[in-house]
């Protein structure tokens, strides 16, 4: 699944045309789902109502080609029960993606009441992320299984690395969905029994990305190995800049129109991106 970006226009107001296309290209190119209003798509400088305008209409591009995971998560636990509620009704959403609350930083009992509360009230399957990098906290993997046990919570993307994937793999129920939310962890989590990925990468090395996995799933480890090592400096340049900067710089150089992006994030300088595109090879 890619974790899509949100293209804007010169105004810095979000490109329903860009973003169609950008839709298109992406599931011309490996991509199996998408994640809209996560991270990457940079939820946090996204108002409300613009959150749920590209809902709206990232359904309406996909037309069901797709599954669609809606970002609704926030760190306040009220105000994330709301905004499921509302994304429920946007019909082809097929779950919520609900991030670990930031700033705060709640206790692990606190995180599991928060998750609680939101799987109580929500109409839509849940999908929880957990992106230590950007939360300043934790969820350990013991919390996750406990919440795995909720029937409307339905799985994860866990960016705490290979061992605490191991341990929620191992102990939640054998139908909860564990994606990888490490581009370069992709290869080493789906031999460890995760679901997939959620990928930033995908956007540019899609294809790639797609035959290693298909070569895993046919049983040619050594070949998607090799993919694999190829791809992971790759894929690690696109984050030597905060992302999304260097992924939108990579799409806009090869005619794939996203624009920039909002502040306080900026684009990557001149020097950032020659060295993206030459790890990049394009």
Known sequence: MTAMVTPFDD?????????????????????????????????????????????????????GRVPIIAGTGSNNTAETVAFTKEVSKIKGIAAALVVVPFYNKPSQAGLYEHFKAVANASDLPIM???????TGISMDAKTTIRLAQFDSIIGTKECAGLDAMSEIIEGAPVDFLVYSGEDNLTFPAKCIGATGI??????????????????????????????????????NSLFTVSSPAPVKASLNHLGISVGSLRLPLIPCTMEEEQAIFNALEI
């Open 11 to 63: 105004r810095g107001d979000i490109d329903y045309e860009k973003t169609k296309a950008l839709i298109d290209y992406l599931l011309a190119n490996g991509t199996q789902g998408l994640v809209v209003g996560g991270t990457t798509g940079e939820s946090p400088t996204l108002t409300h109502d613009e959150k749920l305008t590209l809902y709206q209409k990232t359904v309406e591009f996909v037309a």
């Open 128 to 134: 929880m992320y957990n992106v230590p990098g950007r």
């Open 198 to 235: 959620i990928s930033v990468a995908s956007h540019v090395l899609g294809n790639e990305m797609a035959e290693m996995y298909r070569l895993l799933e046919e049983g040619i480890v050594a070949d998607a190995a090799r993919i694999h090592r190829n791809l992971v400096p790759k894929m």
